[in-house]
């Protein structure tokens, strides 16, 4: 008997590396243990304890989200278990993420890809992009991003535009010949999510955080923005600007070959189907009711769900019988619902606000230095931007606009704008409900996405932030 069980030992030498290879980088893993533990324990001098574990739970979420080091649901996982066991918060704070509309938009978002790819009808806008994008590879990208952008004007929502563009760049490339690994799939899909998302921070109805500061605006100090107002201010850098630097960066980290074009005569003109005409229908009726999402006041989650409802009906044959066991990402979801959930605890906690209060007191701003507080304000942004996400810039900052325009010497209005510089320039992806879309949907990898996050952080920072400043003093806004 031990002979037995020793021999497929033998044997089986070949794959043992491969089954040891996760834990072969294991020193990250224990630094970022250490870390947590570190500063769960010193935060826990100068906070209580529900906030200090808070900030302990914060740091290790985002340091296994941003380093890949095991799967994104655990993390997710591991936060619900925990915050639960010590009752950080509430279970209806601490689930937030399966009640938001996001988590359901996402879901739905899933939904559709697979009956698109279902029904045909992705081949079909294969087809049609492949005529308008050409030949080259740095052409498909840029008229991919343009394209993109263009519908930040049409669509309100983010996480509905990748729902929209996301699926059908994937089928076309694919169409292309690029494989799933290959450079130009992820630039084309980078192209696409970040095209639509970064630019459209400078379109007032175009994402969440713009409306919600917006909202908060007119609400706290009856000061509603103007939509052609926002856009002189800040679409020429961080609209039309922030896309070509966009674009370069993409083209920079994802170089590739030229499309392989000959695969285009594969897909033959065909008259649409039955099956077809219905999937076009729910979309059409599903995108009519995002685009007037102003009038009728019902979230994008819950028509996106409602319209995920409608494809799963069994007798439309919209999608495949186990479609949704075998295309649904479940794993993305615990990671959306994760995201969300922490920053739902990070708000419960009060942390942003300890954060700002603190700032606020060390920074030392002053009265006579207009560009040196508007940048102090966009720094203290940014790093509310970090510690919660993006729409938790607007929700803490905006009720403390006219304290720090007092004692800044700015105008409220100049102080309100700077959060648009704050959570327009994103960090890591997890800040982004968008972005997380944009991985479940492309099946892109965080390290891909974090990368173009990295790089257009850092070149917003050091170019288009100051000449921002630069576009504001010809306006006059200091």
Not at 151 to 165: D, E, M
Request: glycine fraction near 6%; aromatic fraction near 10%.
């Amino acid at each position: 008997m031990n002979n037995k069980n020793k021999s497929p030992h033998v044997t089986k030498t070949t794959p043992t590396p491969s089954l040891n290879i996760p834990s072969k980088p294991s020193w990250p893993l224990y630094l970022i243990l250490a870390m947590t533990f570190a500063i769960g324990a010193v935060s826990y001098q100068f906070l209580t304890l529900p906030q200090s574990l808070t900030a302990g739970l914060l740091f290790i979420c985002i340091a296994f989200w941003a380093t890949s080091l095991v799967p994104a649901y655990w993390p997710a996982l591991g936060l619900f278990a925990f915050a639960t066991a010590t009752q950080l918060a509430p279970t209806q704070v601490i689930f937030a993420g399966f009640q938001s509309s996001t988590f359901w938009l996402l879901f739905s978002g899933m939904v559709f890809g697979a009956a698109i790819n279902h029904t045909g009808i992705n081949s079909r806008a294969t087809r049609l992009l492949m005529l308008i994008l050409g030949n080259s590879y740095q052409g498909t990208i840029i008229k991919i991003a343009l394209f993109a952008m263009g519908l930040a004007f049409l669509i309100p929502s983010g996480v509905s535009r990748i729902v929209l563009i996301i699926p059908i760049i994937a089928s076309l490339a694919d169409h292309f010949g690029y494989d799933q690994d290959s450079n130009g799939r992820k630039g084309m899909l980078l192209a696409a999510a970040f095209g639509t998302f970064l630019p459209a921070f400078s379109i007032l109805p175009a994402n969440a955080p713009n409306m919600l500061l917006s909202g908060m605006a007119e609400a706290l100090y009856n000061a509603p923005f103007s939509y052609g107002e926002y856009l002189l201010l800040h679409f020429p850098i961080l609209g039309l600007g922030k896309l070509i630097m966009t674009v370069g960066v993409i083209l920079w980290l994802f170089p590739d070959k030229a499309p392989n074009q000959a695969i285009q005569a594969t897909i033959e003109k065909s008259a649409m189907t039955k099956i077809e005409t219905r999937l076009l229908i729910v979309l059409c009726v599903c995108f009519a009711f995002w685009f007037t999402d102003s009038l009728h006041h019902i979230s994008a989650g819950w028509v996106g769900l409602i319209a995920a409802l409608v494809c799963l009906w069994p007798s439309l044959g919209l999608m495949a019988k186990n479609s949704i066991d075998k295309d649904i990402q479940y794993g993305t979801l615990l990671f959306a619902a994760g995201i969300i959930g922490l920053s739902a605890i990070i708000a419960y906690s009060g942390l942003g606000n300890i954060l700002v209060n603190y700032l606020t007191e060390v920074i030392p701003f002053s009265e006579d230095s207009a560009l040196l507080n508007l940048s102090l304000l966009t720094f203290i942004s940014t790093c509310v931007a970090v510690v919660t996400n993006l729409a938790g810039v607007p929700a803490i900052m905006t009720p403390m606009a006219e304290h720090l325009a007092s004692i800044t010497g700015l105008s409220s209005h100049a102080v309100l704008m700077t959060q648009v510089l704050a959570f327009s320039n994103v960090l890591l992806p997890y800040q982004a409900p968008p972005l997380i879309t944009a991985i479940a949907l492309g099946n892109l990898s965080i390290s891909a996405v974090t990368k173009v996050c990295l790089a257009t952080f850092v070149l917003t920072s050091l170019i288009l932030l100051p000449l921002n400043f630069v576009w504001w003093h010809i306006l006059g806004m200091f």
